[in-house]
Antibody, heavy 123, light 111 residues
């Protein structure tokens, strides 16, 4: 079974940094694109960033570009999201999601979702 | 870039059929696949429909997806409504830059 387990969330002050991780198992991690999607309290889903299987394609939402960095370690079956210059509006549940199909292209169809990890930015 | 617009809420009685719309603001709905996700309170999203109208294994056939070019919309139809269908539903597609776009979500009430 596909399993995705996020970790690293917590409480951080505005302007601070945090690194989220997503441990993947149950599939060949190195062949699938991955996404980070977040959900602010009481709000809808918002795409944050995506990365292709070999890291050739990396994309960010305008709201996080230049502050967040998505990366992956295929040897460790792990996806990461480095978040810097955090703002109150970054407060959300962060989900990692595996793309529908394997391959070298961009990750455009999230299919399997982790349970999420909460990030709270507050002074 | 484009937006996906969903009705904030819909409600229907058990056993009936409900259809949730997802309208693309610009560009053709047929240009990029649409996915649909269900999210129950306190839970992560799960995939109900992928690539416009395909169901993952385990999703019952009383759920179906479609697109309509004339209205530039995608639709999620749930027939034989059950109380367990009460949830938030999101559509999703992607733009020419491979950036994901989510609809605002629709809360389904089964009353």
């Amino acid at each position: 079974d596909v399993q995705l387990l996020e970790s690293g969330g917590g409480l951080v002050k505005p302007g601070g940094s945090l690194r989220l991780s997503c441990a993947a198992s149950g599939f060949s991690f190195s062949t699938y694109g991955m996404n980070w999607v977040r959900q602010a309290p009481g709000k809808g889903l918002e795409w944050v960033a995506s990365i292709s299987s070999s890291s050739s394609y990396v994309y960010y939402a305008d709201s996080v570009r230049a502050r967040f960095t998505i990366s992956r370690d295929n040897a460790k079956n792990s996806l990461s999201l480095e978040m810097t210059s955090l703002r109150v509006e970054d407060t959300a549940m962060y989900y990692c999601a595996r793309d529908l199909r394997g391959g070298a292209g961009a990750a455009t169809r999230p299919h399997y979702w982790g349970q999420g990890d909460r990030v709270t930015v507050s002074s | 870039n484009f937006m996906l617009t969903q009705p904030p809420s819909v409600s229907e009685s058990p056993g009936r059929t409900v259809t949730i719309s997802c309208t693309r603001s610009s560009g053709s709905i047929a240009s990029n696949y649409v996915q649909w996700f269900q999210q129950r309170p306190g839970s992560a999203p799960t995939t109900l429909i992928y690539e416009d109208n395909r169901r993952p294994s385990g999703v019952p056939d009383r759920l179906s997806g479609s697109i309509d070019i004339s209205s530039n919309s995608a639709f999620l139809t749930i027939s034989g409504l059950k109380t367990e269908d009460e949830a938030d539903y999101y559509c999703q597609s992607y733009d020419t830059n491979d950036h994901l776009v989510f609809g605002g979500g629709t809360r389904l009430t089964v009353l």
